[in-house]
């Protein structure tokens, strides 16, 4: 199977070809696209040196599955091109999520939808797929009527750039910046920029994927945070239900979730932290506990590694959907 990368140079893109890899996908041809300053350069894959090619080239050269990793603007240029020669575009950039004509996948979620048809697959936000995850066995049994969310972001979220800012604040370094105040030993409650009605386009996707991929009645009201580490997305979740419910059962309700992992023993002080996710392409779940103030309602603690499940996996078991159609 021929598959290509764009942006294969990049903080997610790396991370696709490791999933790639240690998801045993049969990749026979990699083709790795990044700008023009890195064409011609060498990537390695599961030993084997791949040449660094622009997308146009890479376009000739007809692969079966592009992932793209490379901004909005490019996919929506490039996207629609490499569909019409057949190719399955899985798209980590936000241009494609809200369209009503494309289907917003998390495979354990609603991966089934999928058709032969679907050659443009956006990839949900990497906050939004952590939530949905935990989100949609709990819908199933006890409909979920309200959500409230905090996230803690990790810098990576943000691309080298903001890694680069951090590590240079840490050494007292001159540095360019990447968000508009220091982040070490700070926290910047805004993930990309404002809108008009007060929320960042971070918050606002929360809300409208989230009610796209799971149920168009369910409300959400987020606020994104940007904090000083690079394990993974930290969720503070609050969620209101239909139906009453009883602790124990839905501790086993999301323990029966593919993807999902409890991590709760507060009497050992176990709960997820973004240290432990790092590397791992599970979401973990933790400090479960009933809302005393409202009938009810939970409060939840969900961590994933945004670069793994929160993009790439998430990217990659896509592709592994779509493989059955080539």
């Known amino acids: 199977m021929i598959v290509a990368v764009v942006g294969a140079t990049g903080m997610v893109g790396q991370v696709v070809l490791k999933v790639l890899i240690e998801e045993g996908f049969p990749v026979t041809k990699l083709i790795p696209v990044a700008s023009s300053k890195s064409i011609g350069s060498k990537i390695n894959f599961n030993g084997n040196d791949f040449s660094v090619v622009g997308i146009n080239e890479a376009l000739q050269q007809k692969p079966d599955i592009a992932i793209f990793s490379a901004g909005g603007s490019l996919s929506l240029q490039w996207a629609p091109k490499f569909a019409e020669i057949?190719?399955?575009?899985?798209?980590?950039?936000?241009?494609?999520?809200?369209?009503?004509t494309k289907k917003l996948i998390v495979p354990e979620v609603n991966g089934n939808s999928l058709t032969k048809a679907d050659k443009i697959i956006p990839n949900p936000n990497c906050s939004t797929i952590q939530l949905v995850l935990v989100l949609k066995p709990l819908h199933d049994k006890y409909c979920v009527k309200r959500v409230l969310i905090s996230t803690y972001q990790s810098i990576t979220?943000?691309?080298?750039?903001?890694?680069?800012?951090?590590?240079?604040?840490?050494?007292?370094n001159e540095t360019d910046m990447a968000y508009p105040y220091q982040i070490d030993k700070n926290?910047?409650?805004?993930?990309?920029?404002?809108?008009?009605?007060?929320?960042?386009?971070?918050?606002?996707?929360?809300?409208?994927?989230?009610?796209?991929?799971?149920d168009s009645d369910i409300n959400v009201s987020a606020t994104a945070v940007r904090i000083p580490v690079v394990g993974g997305h930290s969720e503070a979740v609050n969620i209101e239900f239909e139906h009453e419910y009883?602790?124990?059962?839905?501790?086993?309700?999301?323990?029966?979730?593919?993807?999902?992992v409890i991590l709760d023993d507060p009497d050992n002080e176990v709960y997820p932290m973004p240290i432990h996710a790092e590397g791992k392409n599970d979401v973990f779940v933790g400090r479960i506990r009933r809302d005393d103030t409202q009938a009810k309602t939970v409060n939840l603690w969900i961590v994933t590694d945004n670069l793994r499940k929160g993009a790439a996996t998430n990217a990659v078991q896509i592709a592994k959907h779509v493989a059955r159609f080539i």
């Open 86 to 100: 057949g190719a399955y575009v899985i798209d980590n950039s936000s241009a494609w999520r809200m369209d009503p």
């Open 157 to 172: 979220g943000t691309g080298v750039k903001a890694v680069q800012q951090m590590e240079n604040e840490r050494s007292n």
């Open 187 to 214: 926290c910047i409650p805004q993930c990309d920029v404002f809108l008009d009605n007060g929320y960042t386009k971070e918050e606002m996707k929360l809300t409208n994927e989230t009610k796209k991929i799971l």
């Open 246 to 260: 009883k602790i124990d059962d839905l501790r086993k309700v999301l323990a029966s979730m593919p993807g999902v």
